[in-house]
């Protein structure tokens, strides 16, 4: 049944993180209804994203659909969208009308740049948003752009979990007495929030602006290598503890060049000779020497070779059901273990007269 059974979701279509907020809390148990347009997909997806939830196709600008809509919010516990400020309001669904057709509803918004402020009604990506607040900075060394991992840490870190932890937050409130409440969920806003833990090492001086010199982004023992085969390994060996044990399995415990283990200018020598060192051989090579020891360590990987992988494998954590590849619902219940649903047929609840 999941940990969120009892809670329903109605989630007007979009893309990206509005849609993952949906699916996480349908893999929790949450029954999510999706609103969305009859006919294909504007990008078309085999739609992992919607899986687990159950599918009611309207065209919001025909007669009759705000009205539909609305009965379905009327027994709701949250809303789900991500259009522009101001769109909702236009399609007369905006939170005064939802709110007062369900006052303990908790209404979520899904935006890059939030429902107000100079850049509220502008266009923007997920790295637009993450470059804005900060988040974007430490993605790479100091000698290059940062780059940073599609959609990852601003759409979903910053935004789809933000708004999944605010619906939850918002229908506890309602549940518990208080009112219905819009959740406004900026990806901006949520991707500044995720700096907070860096911040504060800033703050002691162990994160500097200038990229490369820093405990988290510039020593050769928090680093990624090219390896013979041309496949890349990582070493996050930041414990004196562990940083001995690395240079030991390395053979470098009596390289005098790798003693100083928080030097900053004697890291882009000791990044130079660790990337000579790691060229020598295999990924695979060093995966037999380092990997499963307390070095700190482990091999970059592609999706489907981290499904491959022993220890995602014994957990789980993949699935190939229906030949597609999906990473299966996190995180894990002891006692209300959480299931990857079927995806929905478009409309597939439209034949039920709206007894949902």
Not at 171 to 185: E, F, M, S, T, Y
Not at 216 to 239: M, Q, S
Not at 256 to 265: E, T
Not at 289 to 306: K, R, Y
Request: proline share 7%; net charge negative; hydrophobic share 40%.
């Amino acid at each position: 049944m999941g940990v969120l059974s009892g809670v329903r979701i109605v989630e007007i279509a979009g893309i990206g993180p509005g849609p993952f907020c949906g699916m996480l809390l349908a893999d929790l148990g949450a029954d999510v209804i999706v609103v969305e347009r009859p006919g294909p997909a504007e990008i078309p997806t085999v739609g992992i994203l919607r899986r687990g939830k159950r599918s009611v196709a309207l065209d919001l600008k025909e007669p009759g659909a705000i009205d539909k809509v609305l009965e379905l919010i009327e027994d709701a516990d949250g809303l789900i969208e991500g259009m522009r400020p101001g769109a909702m309001e236009r399609l007369g669904l905006g939170p005064d009308v939802c709110l007062a057709r369900n006052p303990r509803l908790a209404y979520g918004r899904m935006t890059g740049w939030g429902q107000d402020g100079p850049l509220a009604q502008a266009a923007g990506h997920d790295n637009n948003y993450i470059a804005l607040s900060g988040a974007l900075h430490y993605a790479g060394a100091g000698d290059v752009p940062p780059v940073a991992p599609a959609t990852l840490i601003g759409d979903l870190g910053g935004g789809a979990l933000y708004l999944a932890l605010g619906l939850v937050s918002a229908i506890l409130h309602a549940r518990g007495g208080g009112k219905g409440q819009v959740v406004d969920a900026a990806i901006v806003d949520g991707s500044a929030h995720m700096m907070n833990l860096l911040l504060d090492l800033s703050a002691t001086g162990l994160m500097r602006e200038q990229r490369g010199t820093s405990m988290l982004d510039g020593p050769h023992w928090f680093n990624t290598y090219r390896c013979k085969d041309g496949r890349d390994i990582t070493v996050g060996a930041l414990e004196p503890k562990f940083y001995k044990l690395l240079l030991e399995k390395l053979g470098l415990s009596d390289d005098r060049r790798f003693a100083a283990q928080h030097s900053v200018d004697q890291w882009p020598l000791q990044r130079s000779a660790m990337a000579e060192l790691f060229a020598t051989r295999t990924r695979d090579e060093w995966c037999a020497l380092l990997e499963g020891s307390d070095a700190c360590f482990a091999p970059v990987l592609t999706p489907s070779e981290a499904a491959r992988h022993p220890h995602l494998e014994a957990r789980g954590t993949y699935d190939r059901s229906g030949g597609v590849l999906q990473a299966n619902p996190a995180p894990r219940f002891s006692g209300t273990p959480s299931v990857a649903g079927p995806i929905p047929a478009v409309g597939e609840q439209n034949d039920k007269k709206w007894n949902l």
